[in-house]
C-alpha cells in the first residue's frame, strides 16, 4: 500500500524490474525517514495537559505550635491523604535573629506533638496517608525566610545530606518545596531546588515532591524557572489560590486556575483554601464552589488546605468537605 501511495503521489512510471526494484527502496527509505522525524518531533513536542480529576486531598500541619495531632484531623478513606509537615528550614535555631546555613536544614514544625512515632503511628493505622515536610516557608521567628545559598554546589551538598537525614528519621515519603522570598537569581533558584529533588528521588529517599507557588511577580519566575528546568521530577503544584483578594469571585477563581494550568504545562495543579482566621483571603465557600465547578470540568486533580492548624477549632468542617467532595468525584 505505501509503495502505490508513493509512486501514485509521484507520479512515477515503471518500466523494469530493476526501476520497481529502485522504487522499493527509495519509498522504503522516505517512510524510514518521515518516521524517525515523527518519533523526534513527539520527543521534543511540549508536554500536553490532561485535565482530570482525582482525589488528592493534602493538608500542611505543625507551624503554629498549638498541640494539634496527626490523629485530631479526619481521615476519609476515600481518600489519597497527605499531611505536610511546616517547615524545615536552612537557617539556625539557636541564634537570634536566625541567621541561613546554606542548606542545613533544621526543622521547625512542633515535632514535640509530630513526632517521628507520631508519623509511623498514623501511616500504619491509615494506608491512604503518606507525609511529607515542606521546606522554607514565609518567616521564621516572625522574620522573612529568604533562599540564600552560598554556592550551588554547596546548597545542594548541604541540603542532600541534611533533608535524607530528616526524611529518613521521621520516615516522611516526600518534600514541598515554599520557599517566598529570594535572594538569588531564578536560574539559581531552580538549579538547587532541581538538583535537589532529583537527587533525593534517584537515590530513593523520596518518591514525591511538590512546589507551592503563589501569584506573585517575583516568586512566579523563579518557581516557572524551576519548572521549565526540572518539572518532570515535580509531582503535583501547590497553588497558594487563597493569597488571591477576598473579593474573588468563583468564575475568577477558575480562571487563575486555567491562568496556572498555563504556567506550568503537564502540571498537577491542586485547588487549595486557608482555613486561618482571615478576612484577606479568597472566602473559604468561594474557593469550594470553585471546586466543584472544575471538578464538573474534569480538573480537579486534588485539594490542599493551609492548615491544620487553623482547622482544629472549626472542628474540621472544611477539611471534611474537602475531603469528601475527591471521594464522590465523579470519573474523568
Known amino acids: 500500500m505505501f509503495l502505490q501511495l508513493y509512486l501514485l503521489q509521484h507520479n512515477k512510471p515503471v518500466r523494469t524490474i530493476s526501476q520497481l526494484h529502485i522504487m522499493v527502496q527509495m519509498a522504503s527509505s522516505k517512510l524510514l525517514a518521515v518516521a524517525f522525524l515523527s518519533s523526534l518531533l513527539a520527543l521534543h513536542a511540549p508536554m500536553a495537559t490532561t485535565a482530570a480529576n482525582s482525589n488528592l486531598f493534602r493538608d500542611y500541619i505543625g507551624a503554629i505550635f ?56 498514623i501511616k500504619q493505622s491509615n494506608p491512604n496517608v503518606r507525609v511529607a515536610v515542606s521546606l522554607g516557608g514565609a518567616t521564621v521567628n516572625s522574620r522573612p525566610v529568604f533562599f540564600n545559598i552560598t554556592s550551588v554546589d554547596s546548597w545542594v551538598q548541604n541540603a ?30 531552580a538549579e538547587c531546588v532541581g538538583r535537589l529533588v532529583t537527587a ?42 487563597y493569597a488571591y483578594s477576598a473579593s474573588t469571585t468563583e468564575a475568577q477563581y477558575v480562571s487563575h486556575f486555567d491562568d496556572q494550568i498555563a504556567n506550568y504545562p503537564g ?54 468537605q474537602a475531603q469528601a467532595l475527591l471521594a464522590n468525584a465523579p470519573s474523568s
Do not use: M
Open 66 to 121: 498549638n498541640g494539634v495531632k496527626f490523629t485530631d484531623v479526619p481521615i476519609n478513606p476515600g481518600v489519597r491523604f497527605d499531611f505536610i509537615l511546616a517547615f524545615v528550614i536552612d537557617y539556625t535555631t539557636a541564634t537570634e535573629p536566625p541567621t541561613p546555613t546554606d542548606g542545613r536544614f533544621n526543622i521547625f514544625w512542633q515535632s514535640t506533638v509530630l513526632s517521628a512515632p507520631a508519623v509511623a503511628a
Open 160 to 189: 542532600v545530606a541534611s533533608l535524607t537525614g530528616i526524611v529518613q528519621q521521621y520516615g516522611l515519603d516526600g518534600i514541598d518545596i515554599d520557599y517566598e522570598q529570594f535572594q538569588v537569581d531564578p536560574a539559581t533558584f
Open 200 to 241: 533525593l528521588k534517584s537515590s530513593g529517599v523520596i518518591k514525591l515532591a511538590s512546589i507551592a507557588p503563589f501569584d506573585n511577580a517575583d516568586v512566579q519566575r523563579h518557581y516557572q524557572a524551576l519548572w521549565a528546568g526540572y518539572g518532570s521530577v515535580i509531582d503535583y503544584v501547590n497553588f497558594q489560590f
Open 267 to 320: 502540571g498537577n495543579i491542586l485547588a487549595s483554601f486557608t482555613t486561618a482566621p482571615t478576612t484577606t483571603s479568597v472566602p473559604i465557600n468561594t474557593s469550594l464552589n470553585a471546586c466543584r465547578t472544575l471538578q464538573s470540568q474534569g480538573k480537579l486533580y486534588g485539594i490542599f488546605i493551609w492548615a491544620a492548624d487553623h482547622s482544629r477549632s472549626q472542628g474540621f468542617r472544611f477539611d471534611t
